[in-house]
């Protein structure tokens, strides 16, 4: 890091650095889990728990829902130990728990590893060892696979589409103690959407990815172009996929309806993003549209099953 980078991180340090000792550690810790990210992984789950239409057992829901939350707030906690340094460098990160010395990496590690085995625990015990197995795929994908990774090659952003997937199938197992063709197609959906998602986040964010070291798609290429068309290429692929429930009959005209507007929307958005010109605010768009995409496909998916099913 130059001289100049190490007075800066300092002067980000003075200014959020609360008085208190004791919010330090609380919103550290707190911070550390990625609770917006976590709390994304909660709710794709709970669609596959719910998309199962399971029987009224609360105790498997709880013990399920809590588990989640505990194993994806450990990754978490564990992808910020590993990308410690990276993290300091870049603009989007610099001001976590311990580029900014709130936590240190020896508390950070073993609360990581504390709230995953927790939730391993729980997932295993609570719901069902499929679960919990799934549970232990996430974590050891996200963080010692495609942490990794990341530093390495471009095709990260791919690959850890995969275990960003896994949460509606942690959901579907707790349900069914199996999983069925609609619990992969939810897997799919959320891997391939996953891809125009991150690409529109690393095109705005490709000088801070660049800083941090990471040979991100957007790194490479600096037109865009190639960005552009995967994020394209792969919101082409997701409104197939998108339709599958209602063409394998799992869903009704509720969820088709929703499912076919929301994909066209996002499709306008990723052609958008393929134009030279102000790709910046198309980018922008994608990605909003993205986060609306989402929700609106998976809960319209569950209201579909528990009206018309």
Known sequence: MSLKESNSLTTANELIVPSSSKDISWSGYYELTKPRLSLLSLITALVGYLAAM?????????????????CAGGAAALNQWFEREQDSLMERTR?????????????????????????????????????????????????????????????????????????????????????????WILFGILAIWQIPHFMAIAWLYRDDYQRGGFPMLSVLDQSGHRVARWAL??????????????????????YGVVATFFAIWLLIRAIAFTRSENRDI??????????????????SLVIDRWLLG
């Open 54 to 70: 399971p029987s009224r057992d609360w105790s498997t829901l709880v013990h399920f829902c809590g588990g989640t939350a505990l």
């Open 95 to 183: 001001t976590r728990p311990i580029p900014t010395n709130q936590i240190s990496p020896q508390a950070a590690l073993f609360y990581g590893l504390i709230l995953s085995i927790m939730g391993l625990v729980q997932l295993y015990l609570g719901a069902n060892p499929l679960a919990g197995f799934l549970g232990t795929i996430t974590i050891a994908s996200y963080v010692w696979i495609y942490t990794p990774m990341k530093r390495a090659t471009r095709w990260a952003t791919e690959f850890g589409a995969i275990p960003g997937a896994i949460p509606p199938l942690i959901g579907w197992a707790a349900a069914e103690g199996t999983i069925s063709t609609l619990g």
């Open 233 to 254: 290429s792969n919101t082409i692929a997701l409104i197939p996929l998108s339709l599958a429930p209602c063409f394998f009959g799992y869903c009704k005209w509720i």
């Open 282 to 299: 198309a980018a922008k768009k994608l990605f909003l549209n993205s986060i609306l995409y989402l929700p609106a496909v998976f809960f």
